[in-house]
């Protein structure tokens, strides 16, 4: 109670505050039958003579140590002076530019000097210490629009700075909207990323680049109850997984009828079927008016469609644009031949050749194989699993220990194909072919970030050579073969039962190479990856092709382009709505076009809880834990 009345006062705190604190402990402690404590009042911080005003760190001195109460600010952190009590009227945002600004904008290719934008002094040096002086050119393109409120869809290769370049305008703007309003309870700003590992990285970027501001990240598999009570001593920008929002908004915690900016990040993926059902509960519950900001590194063509829904006349930064390379510049490919039983034998060689005593991650498309490599790998190597089904607090260690070079090898699922941002990540190995070319991307995308070089090494089967050609001409890549890795039986015995199951789930890629093939109704493995049980298949929505494979078909699987709507059971897979790409006539090649959703199975909940007040429902969850 105590806390609340302080945590509800402005940063000066009157003579009635400390009314309201002596009737609080009367009442408290005539109830426990014990003497109410003498109120103390503070002899620094007064201002004015009769008025007695206080300061609140002088209350929290006096009042919190002497009488066992914990006293809190208005948010956790210190913040600019007064308190914004009242809804805000909509974007209030100038921003001007010097004109030495401008007129450098206008002109060469340099990244722009960040203290001379006229961007919050706090913001500006947090970044000096990060030694981020000179803005990257996405964030050179999108500031300006992005300062003036437009919407906006954001394009740019993986690593190359999206997260401050939506942060840095945000975080700007709220600072500047705080110094007039004052603080506030409920969050401006709402970011949403579709894995929890990535929500809380870019919760970080957000801490780190504002130290001043409260942020916060939620997401499943952590208790509730601590972000619900984060949540109610008021956050500035909130961060997290859709599923736990909406948790938050059914219990009542999280109220976003401030929001003023709303980020999908990785917004292809947040847009594909299944998130999207959580999306648009989420974005019922944020004020129309608002700038909506979209950022990935693919935008397939139906997205662009699809954010006529959710932006208005969005500004659309693409520095991809039609250009045939989709990778970032740093990245060299190549890719290996191997049949299925060696295929986990020769991941060690390769990691010895080409890592370079770097980190490495190896992308399985199932959570089983995760597990099984990074087992079989463990006689020779550090290395560690990550995919949806190892508890959070293991995640979080996990990566943890990667980020800090504990181990250098991380066999991981496509949980951690998008956003991460882990520094020296020399080397990417696609132990098998990624369900669709944005998957292929971003997976690459691990390894040569922010200007660095690295490599990715594609490992295939013979009867996907077809595939691989088909992702060279999709993401505009040319892969160098490696010579093959001759496997000796008695290493392929050390790995059991590696690569014997493959095409019962996973890529679709590829056609049957090896034994354990199962297709059902001739295109069984439809892509889920995780193990999960698949829920139904949902009929709505005209969303095309989005079942193709872009297998060779020399077994006739690949199964191209239904124009069906959304879901189905397919094959052993559960929920079918997955990934084609390429086009619906071009027989086993990749289904036709459009939504590229490359996850098959629904995880388990990334909600611990609540009420969920929708038909997305029936789809069971779309946490994260699907991967
Ligand atoms: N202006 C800058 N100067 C130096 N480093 C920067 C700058 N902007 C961002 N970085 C760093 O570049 C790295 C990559 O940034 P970020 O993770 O935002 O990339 P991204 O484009 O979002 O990648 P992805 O598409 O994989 O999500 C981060 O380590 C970030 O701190």
Not at 25 to 32: G, Q, R
Request: proline share 4%; charged share 25%; glycine share 12%.
């Amino acid at each position: 109670m105590m806390t609340t009345i302080l945590r509800r006062t402005p940063t000066i705190a009157t003579a009635r505050t400390f009314a309201a604190i002596e009737t609080f402990l009367i009442n408290h402690h005539s109830f426990l039958g014990t003497p109410a404590p003498e109120l103390v009042l503070p002899e620094n911080g007064a201002v004015g003579g009769e008025a007695r005003f206080y300061t609140v760190s002088a209350l929290k001195t006096k009042l919190g140590p002497s009488y066992g109460y914990q006293v809190r600010d208005l948010h956790a952190k210190s913040g600019p002076l007064s308190f914004r009590a009242s809804t805000p009227l909509g974007a209030q945002f100038a921003v001007e530019y010097s004109s030495e600004e401008s007129t450098r904008r206008s002109g060469d290719d340099e990244g722009l000097e960040i203290a001379k934008l006229g961007i919050a002094k706090e913001i500006v040096s947090a970044l000096a210490n990060k030694g981020i002086s000179k803005l990257f050119p996405i964030q050179r393109a999108v500031l300006e629009p992005a300062m003036q409120g437009r919407d906006m869809i954001g394009r740019a290769r993986t690593g190359t700075g999206k997260t401050l370049a939506f942060g840095i305008p945000i975080l700007d703007k709220i600072f500047k909207y705080n110094a007039i309003h004052g603080r506030g309870k409920n969050p401006l700003a709402l970011v949403l990323a579709p894995t929890r590992e990535l929500a809380k990285q870019v919760e970080k970027e957000f801490h780190d680049t504002a130290p001043g501001l409260d942020t916060i990240c939620v997401y499943g598999g952590t208790p509730i109850s601590s972000q619900m009570r984060a949540l109610d001593y008021g956050v500035d920008v909130a961060v997290g997984t859709p599923g736990r929002v909406i948790d938050l908004i059914n219990r009542g915690a999280l109220n976003l009828e401030e929001v003023q900016f709303v980020v999908l990040d990785e917004a292809d993926q947040m847009l594909q079927v299944g998130f999207q059902e959580d999306v648009e509960i989420i974005l019922e519950r944020v004020p129309k008016k608002r700038q909506t900001l979209l950022f990935s590194a693919t935008m397939p063509g139906w997205i662009r469609k699809l954010t006529q829904n959710y932006l208005k006349d969005p500004a659309v930064i693409d520095l991809v644009g039609d250009s045939d390379q989709k990778l970032a510049d740093g990245i060299s490919l190549y890719s290996i031949a191997s049949d299925s039983y060696g295929r986990a034998s020769i991941i060690g060689p390769l990691i010895t050749e080409h890592a370079k005593g770097g980190k490495t991650i190896v992308f399985t498309q199932t959570k089983r194989d995760a597990d099984r490599l990074s087992y079989a790998m463990s006689r020779s190597f550090r290395c560690e699993a990550l995919h949806g089904d190892i508890s959070q607090s293991q995640r979080e260690r996990t990566l943890a220990g990667f980020r800090d070079g504990n181990f250098n090898i991380l066999v991981a699922t496509d949980v951690a194909a998008r956003g991460l941002d882990v520094p020296n990540v020399d080397l990417v190995i696609h132990y098998e072919l990624p369900n669709n070319p944005e998957i292929f991307v971003h997976r690459s995308g691990r390894t040569g970030r922010a200007g660095k070089k690295g490599r990715a090494i594609l490992v295939y089967t013979q009867d996907q050579s077809r595939a691989v050609r088909t992702i060279e001409r999709e993401v505009g890549c040319k892969f160098t073969e490696l010579p093959r890795i001759a496997v000796d039986s008695k290493s392929i015995d050390m790995m059991p039962d590696m690569g014997r199951d493959r095409f019962t789930k996973g890529s679709r890629f590829g056609g049957p190479s090896g034994p354990g093939f199962s297709r059902s109704g001739g295109f069984g493995r439809s892509s889920s990856y995780g193990d999960s049980s698949g829920q139904m298949g949902r009929s709505s929505g005209p969303r095309p092709g989005r079942f193709g494979s872009y297998g060779d078909s020399q077994s006739g699987g690949g199964f191209s382009g239904s124009s069906s709507n959304r879901g189905g059971n397919f094959g052993n897979s559960g929920f079918g709505r997955s990934s084609g790409f390429g086009n619906s006539d071009r027989s086993g090649g990749f289904g036709s076009s459009d939504r590229s959703s490359n996850f098959g199975g629904f995880g388990s909940s990334d909600r611990s809880g609540g009420s969920r007040n929708n038909n997305s429902s029936r789809f069971g969850s779309f946490g994260d834990d699907k991967f």
